[in-house]
């Protein structure tokens, strides 16, 4: 789920909503065990838990009226929903798993933790209802893969987010550069700035943003880890990702982006560095634009795919977003799925980026806001090229939370240790994960 970090807008405290047709549900942590409900009313409430954006109020809106036309088709239902803080998602996800009774019928959660509330046994399969609903047809390999585990599917995409590279053009125009077709040009660029710009990053980049440094290892053929048999296996520790690895964090130099400065950057950091004017480009999401909008480089920046090793290629971006499934002790599965499919279909999806600015998971959604929208070009161009995910396991949940991907960049771009070194290190931290994981 990585957004603005995945990719994922920074959430408030929890509050719930309390509209026409719509209440506020409460949870209750408790020591019960979560077991699939045999039960499916077609009558009563449906509990519904969301995540609070910064700002909340346009979210609410489209929510409302899905509500609406949700209960206007099933006039004995309700639909209770709260919207609960992100950061604290977590602990709200262990109690609902723990006591189905106090837990939601439906849930938004990132997708970077389908892997782990599945094997929690929180999530509900709905690979059969996803094969007949119509939206599936306009849903890609990849994205898709981001809702599924073991070939199962556990939930329905909502929105996606995806990287590409921010660039002034200002200052391209000044110093007579193009935007970079090949990460070559990209690192070329990035030094004649900083050359000529001292008090500026040539791009803002970071040790610790992992999916802004994924693309390049991607990109060179190499991979986080490869999948053997039911478990993976760590890749990052191959000639191919070291090379695209190498490639990332060499941009991490005193000619572009000084290491003392930009070891301890993340994607949100790089990207307000670059809002900010102090930096000639960046690594940023779609949902990154109001930062710009918002920030000293208004009006005076451009988006473009962030490029390959060879002209014409597109890096592979890491598929953020988020994704709607039902629980799996829900009592009004059928209820759920429904409200899952109309919430999560084309009509909303489009409906949520004209009120948030989410880009759209369904494909031929995202054709007709790159017509409506143009600014999102570079992004559905992205999406169209091909994107990557993370190992769908809960052992990632595990490597991310202990910083293994950053701690290895670091040692890197400090001259701790070398590529090949740091490398071999986080591959063994990460298969003792995956081993730990089963």
């Known amino acids: 789920m990585k957004r603005s970090s995945l990719s994922l807008r920074l959430a408030a405290p929890a509050a719930a909503l309390v509209l026409a047709g719509l209440t506020a549900t409460a949870c209750a942590p ?11 009313s077609k009558s009563g409430t449906i509990r519904v838990w969301l995540f609070r954006e910064v700002n909340n109020a346009p979210k609410e809106k489209v929510v409302k009226e899905a509500v609406a036309e949700f209960t206007k088709k099933h006039s004995d239902t309700r639909v209770d929903v709260t919207y609960i803080p992100i950061e604290t998602r977590a602990e709200k996800m262990k109690a609902a798993f723990n006591d189905p009774k106090s837990a939601p019928d439906v849930v938004e959660f990132g ?53 590409a590279l921010y660039y002034r053009t200002d200052i391209f125009k000044e110093l007579g550069l193009k935007p970079p077709a090949t990460q070559g040009e990209l690192a070329t660029a990035a030094h004649r700035i900083r050359a000529e710009h001292p008090d500026m990053f040539g791009i803002s980049v970071g040790a610790k943003n992992v999916y802004g440094m994924l693309p390049f290892v991607w990109s060179a053929g190499g991979d986080l880890a490869e999948k053997r048999g039911d478990t993976y296996t760590a890749a990052i520790d191959s000639a191919a990702s070291r090379k695209g690895l190498k490639t990332y964090t060499d ?132 999406l169209k090229s091909g994107t990557k995910f993370v ?44 081993s730990s994981a089963g």
């Not at 997708?111 to 709905?126: K, Q, R």
């Not at 701690?407 to 995956?434: C, L, N, P, W, Y």
């Open 111 to 163: 997708n970077t933790d389908t892997a782990g509330y599945v094997n929690d046994g929180g999530l509900a399969d709905i690979t059969a209802e996803f094969g007949k609903w119509e939206d599936a047809k306009s849903v890609t390999a990849s994205v898709k893969e981001s809702v599924s585990v073991a070939g199962k599917v556990y939930g329905v995409p909502w929105y996606v987010g995806v990287r």
């Open 391 to 434: 190992p769908v396991t809960s052992a990632w949940s595990k490597i991310d939370s202990e910083a293994v991907i950053p701690t290895m960049m670091q040692e890197i771009v400090s001259g701790r240790k070398s590529v090949d070194a740091a490398t071999a290190d986080a591959a063994k931290k990460m298969d003792a994960a995956f």
């Open 251 to 382: 941009l991490i130099a005193k000619d572009s982006c000084p290491p003392e400065q930009c070891a301890e950057l993340g994607g949100d950091a790089g990207v307000q560095t670059f809002a900010g004017g102090k930096a000639g480009m960046a690594i940023g999401g779609d949902f990154s634009r109001q930062a710009m909008e918002d920030g000293a480089v208004k009006g005076k920046y451009a988006v473009v795919p962030l490029p390959g090793p060879q002209k014409g290629v597109i890096s592979p971006a890491f598929a953020g977003g988020n994704n709607l499934g039902v629980m799996r002790g829900t009592t009004h599965r059928t209820l759920a799925v429904d409200f899952v499919e109309l919430l999560g279909g084309g009509a909303y999806q489009s409906k949520m980026f004209d009120a948030m600015g989410n880009m759209p998971a369904l494909t031929d959604v995202q054709e007709k806001v790159a017509d409506k929208a143009p600014f999102t070009k570079p992004f559905v161009e992205t």
């Open 30 to 40: 408790s020591t019960s065990s979560n077991t699939e409900s045999t039960k499916d």
